[in-house]
């Protein structure tokens, strides 16, 4: 019982922090801190699960946190974080 309970818990960590230094992405098992240098963009494709970072040369970071099946949540979340992701680069830039 203890190692199902376990693997159960496993989906309750995904996590995204955004902040000065980059961007945070806890998903299952993985844990990256993503400098805003490196970030092109956080989209959610059509048809997809959940949301991404985007990186260069046509690379991504799945985000666990942000899902599809959460609608209007997911919805405020992207909102949120793209205003996040303008004020960031735009600082660090100068």
Not at 23 to 49: C, K, M, Q
């Amino acid at each position: 019982g203890v190692v199902i309970a376990c693997v159960v818990l496993l989906f309750a960590r995904p996590r995204l922090r955004v902040g000065a230094e980059g961007i945070a992405v806890r998903n299952l098992l993985t844990y990256r801190l993503i400098p805003w240098s490196e970030v092109v963009d956080i989209s959610f494709h059509r048809g997809a699960r959940w949301a991404r970072v985007d990186l260069p040369d046509d690379e991504y970071v799945p985000v666990l946190a942000i899902q599809a099946v959460d609608k209007d949540r997911a919805v405020t979340a992207m909102n949120t974080i793209r205003g996040l992701l303008e004020r960031y680069k735009n600082i660090n830039s100068r």
